[in-house]
């Protein structure tokens, strides 16, 4: 069962990411999305949604709050937020995070964020600084679990002997950008080091911005504000992945993309990837990544043809 280490966090495989609420997925959509996902998540698990004070300025926040207030759902669900205090002189200063969480505790409706990431690096402020205010938060009930996005391994390090020398809990988790074509900077650098820490990965851009999804191919026009990023995998690199992950979808009767969401939940220290959809038939087509399950052969294809 996916679980965050060191946690009492039990989540689903899938973990929903919200960036697109109030951006690509109007507020009627987004409901229709999280009433899908939370229907497909079996009782046991949570389903887990992941979103961020800087999605539309907190508007991605607001619509999950007043989907979770409407449907009484808070209990259920595992809200993962971000404090991203954006254009600020030291945004991960205590002042500028405890202000923030505030702000996405409105936004939400809620009394506590279950895992609050520092959204990016601040190397402006010691760490010393933000790990206590993150266990400030943590201490008042506000915050279950901090954690890190876009951190150096390097700094993960840092924040590591930081967080033992002040006898504080730390970062319990990483979110990386991690996927089947982009594997290096994850692999090669972090993986060792969150493996050392025992951290859990939630990896974003779990399917290439849509690439996965094998609906970019030469010559295709893609109607999304994500294609000119997403179309730049078109390639030789990214048409052997593609390849791969459509002879393995074949061979299981599912779709490209939950192929390359359960190849990515299958890799050392993954806990669940985080991906997208915005409308309930592109969502339907990343659910059966909760019951797929590859074999040795088929995952150790997906990682040659990615290499
Ligand atoms: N920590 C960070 O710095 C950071 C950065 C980025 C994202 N994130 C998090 O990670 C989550 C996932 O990233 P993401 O949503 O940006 O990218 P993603 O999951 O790699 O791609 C999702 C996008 O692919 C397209 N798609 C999904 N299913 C499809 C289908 N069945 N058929 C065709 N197209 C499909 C949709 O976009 P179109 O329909 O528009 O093509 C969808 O929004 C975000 O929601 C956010 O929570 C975090």
């Excluded at 200063?93 to 969480?101: K, N, V, Y």
């Excluded at 391994?153 to 006898?167: F, S």
Aim: contains cysteine.
């Amino acid at each position: 069962m996916p679980q965050i280490p060191g946690t009492d966090l039990t989540v689903s495989d899938l973990c929903l990411g919200a960036n697109v609420f109030g951006w690509t997925a109007d507020e009627a959509t987004s409901f229709a999305l999280l009433d899908r996902y939370e229907d497909a998540t079996p009782g046991t698990l949570a389903p887990f949604v992941d979103t961020a004070e800087m999605y539309g300025d907190g508007r991605s926040e607001q619509i999950l709050g007043g989907w979770m207030a409407e449907r009484s759902m808070r209990d259920r669900v595992v809200v993962a937020t971000k404090a991203s205090p954006g254009r600020k002189e030291h945004p991960l200063s205590a002042p500028e995070i405890r202000a923030a969480a505030e702000r996405s505790l409105r936004n939400l409706r809620t009394d506590r964020i279950d895992l609050y990431y520092a959204h990016y690096d601040d190397e402006s402020t010691p760490l010393e600084e933000t790990l206590r205010a993150m266990d400030e938060l943590v201490q008042a009930g506000k915050v279950r679990h901090a954690a890190a996005s876009n951190y150096s391994a390097k700094r993960l390090v840092e924040a590591r002997e930081t967080a033992d020398r002040l006898g504080v809990r730390g970062y319990v988790a990483l979110q990386p950008h991690y996927n089947l074509v982009e594997r290096p900077a994850y692999e090669t650098e972090l993986r060792d080091v969150v493996a050392a820490q025992g951290m859990g990965v939630l990896p974003y851009f779990s399917l290439a911005k849509g690439f996965l999804t094998g609906k970019y191919r030469a010559g295709e026009r893609v109607d999304s504000p994500r294609a000119p990023k997403a179309s730049a995998y078109v390639g030789e690199h990214g048409d052997r992945v593609l390849a791969a992950l459509e002879g393995v979808a074949g061979e299981t009767g599912t779709t490209m993309a939950a192929v390359a969401l359960r190849w990515l939940a299958e890799q050392p220290t993954v806990v669940a990837p985080i991906a997208s959809a915005r409308s309930v038939e592109q969502l339907a087509d990343l659910l059966p990544v909760l019951d797929l399950r590859l074999t040795d052969e088929q995952r150790q294809r997906l990682t040659d043809a990615s290499a």
